[in-house]
């Protein structure tokens, strides 16, 4: 059986989702756990759109050691030299040049004819491979291309020492049908093209990501671009958590395998989530709440005879924890350890009995405590930032009637403390004015979601906000079971990463 590449984009392709922004420790934290969970190639960023995703890739390629990391660069020599530079510490590092090779982009965007474009694509090669033998290129929009100047394209890209050729279905116009077809005919058409592997790359924006992919794979292609829960431009990327279970669920279409720990799918998809404050939809396949979750009687009778009736997938497979342990305020630190585990966390002492403490008070105020509250916990004691200002205490005064009125305490810098009132419009403007008098960093706030963590009067409600300042934005994220705190931690958590980009000069640093 052939290996299939699993090429996993979620710090370029998946970064680019309009309001997805990754710190720089974020971003390690993401390429640890693709490197666990067994990605062939990680695309770190795209190392000449800023110094942040600069150092972000540097930082990537210094510390991943089991896979390639790779860097997008734009055709031209600028992009290249500093992809190259980012990426020259890795122990296997790629450089991804890609093009545009559609009529429309190359006219209108591009503002080149094909020979422009041909011989830009082939010396951008050459310079890349000047740096490392690793090189991939992509004629961006290849699914709106003439064919017949895309295999000439992908033939003079090949001789120029391109040893991977990424076919992107940009604006995920093509079906599925049509786009296996095309993977087939680059095989025939392109003389060279057993010096390459074909790798496709997907967008969602029909819905057809993961269809394209999969026909592409049953046409030869041996590398497939995705990303964690789909995310991406637009509608998103290819799922890798789909690609994977497809291939995994039916060997008997696809005769393929891959690297992946799928046990790893579930937490990997908890924490890209957590970390780019997208929540993962309910009904979606494999990682959704509701993926392995039976609601109607004749369902449920079939799984309790024999799960098979209604599971293709052993939720097991994918890392999706069930346990018999049921935490509440009884519970002691082994249950709460064993909990965190299966839930795929290690954490280290000082985290765990943070988390522990945590968990206590949160056990007090509900009966039992579900795996999405423990999600929460931990996200809540690993927030990334460091802390100029920490949120002491809340006070809040609400109603139909009066002003809405929130006094607050905050440790500022060497521990000085440093208290004010303010009203407002309610009591979270109350308490973002109130915070803005002790902090005085002017912002303004564009982004604010109230997510409930599970169902029930005493859910932990998780706010997720950004702000602007400058031109630059700036996420948050706080959980409690008072979504006022959780309001305030957010702000604090934002206000604090604003903080530490005005004194680090980068807007992706943070530790
Ligand atoms: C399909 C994709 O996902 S492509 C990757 C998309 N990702 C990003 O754009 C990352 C964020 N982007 C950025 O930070 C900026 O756009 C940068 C740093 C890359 C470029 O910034 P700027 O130099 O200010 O250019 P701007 O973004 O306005 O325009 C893009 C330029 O690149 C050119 N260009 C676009 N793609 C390519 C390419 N593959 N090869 C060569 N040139 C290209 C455009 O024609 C345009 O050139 P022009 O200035 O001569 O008209
Ligand atoms: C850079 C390329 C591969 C891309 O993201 C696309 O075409 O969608
Ligand atoms: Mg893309």
Partial sequence: MDKLKIFD????????????????????????????????VIEAGFPVTSPGDFEAVKRVAGEIKNCTVCGLARANAKDIDRAYEALKDAVAPRIHVFISASEVHMVHQLKKN???????ARDMVARAKGYLSDIEFSPMDASRSDPEFLYELLEAVIDAGATTLNIPDTVGYAMPHEFGGLIQNIFTHVRNIDRAVISVHCHDDLGFSVANSMEAVRHGARQVECTINGI?????NAALEEVVMAIRTRPDYYDVTTSI?????????????????????????????NAFRHQSGIHQDGVIKMPKTYEIMDPHSVGVPSSSLVLGKLSGRHAFKERLAELGYNLSEADFDRAFNAFKELADKKKEVAD???????????RT?????????????????????????????????LEDAALGTGPVDAVYKAINRLVGVPNRLTEFSVTSITAGIDAIGEVFIRIESEGVSYSGRGSD???????AKAYMNALNRLLAFKLNGLPTTTD
């Fill in 481 to 487: 079971t008072d979504i006022i705190v959780s309001s």
């Fill in 232 to 236: 991406g431009e637009r509608a998103g």
């Fill in 385 to 417: 930032v460091v802390e100029a200002y920490h949120l002491d205490r809340l006070q809040v005064t609400c109603g139909d009637r009066g002003v809405p009125t929130a006094a607050v305490r905050l440790i500022g810098p060497e521990g000085v403390i």
């Fill in 114 to 120: 094909r020979g422009e474009v041909l011989q830009l």
């Fill in 9 to 40: 984009t979620t710090l370029r392709d998946g970064e680019q989702a309009a309001g997805a922004a990754l710190n720089i420790q974020e971003k390690l934290e993401i390429a640890r756990a693709l490197d666990l969970l067994g990605v062939d």
């Fill in 261 to 289: 720990n799928s046990e790893l799918i579930y937490p990997t998809s908890r924490l890209v989530s957590q970390r780019t404050g997208f929540s993962v939809q309910p009904n979606k396949a494999v990682v959704g709440a």
């Fill in 372 to 382: 999405r509250d423990l999600e929460s916990i931990v996200a809540e004691e690993q």
